[in-house]
């Protein structure tokens, strides 16, 4: 069973930061892409920036030069830096990751989310 366990939401005022992680456990063979995603109410989820197993990095376009993401593959975790907050950042973030959990399968897992509210 692979569990992906997010901390590090809250409430914040526009142009504050946050920081998101995201650590994964249980029994796979490797983990490939990692990303975080958000969803805000009445919206579609969407992909907010995403790293490979090699460390390749992509990132909306509407937190180009704001966010950060990073992750650590010894400790399996990733993390999201958020700079320079916006009230239309809030939503609900997740984070995901591509697992293959033997040499024939790789599934997508994805944590319980975590609020992020920005104040104007």
């Known amino acids: 069973q692979v569990q992906l366990v997010e901390s590090g939401g809250g409430l914040v005022q526009a142009g504050g930061s946050l920081r998101l992680s995201c650590a994964v456990s249980g029994s796979f063979r490797s983990i490939n892409d990692m990303g975080w995603y958000r969803q805000a109410p009445g919206k579609q989820r969407e992909l907010v920036a995403g790293t490979t197993s090699g460390g390749r990095k992509n990132y909306a376009d509407s937190v180009k030069g704001r966010f950060t993401i990073s992750r650590d593959n010894d400790r399996k975790m990733v993390s999201l830096q958020m700079n320079s907050l916006k009230p239309e950042d809030t939503a609900v973030y997740y984070c995901?990751?591509?697992?293959?959990?033997?040499?024939?399968?790789?599934?997508?897992?994805w944590g319980q989310g975590t609020q992020v509210t920005v104040s104007s």
């Open positions: 995901a990751a591509d697992v293959s959990v033997n040499w024939q399968t790789v599934r997508t897992y």
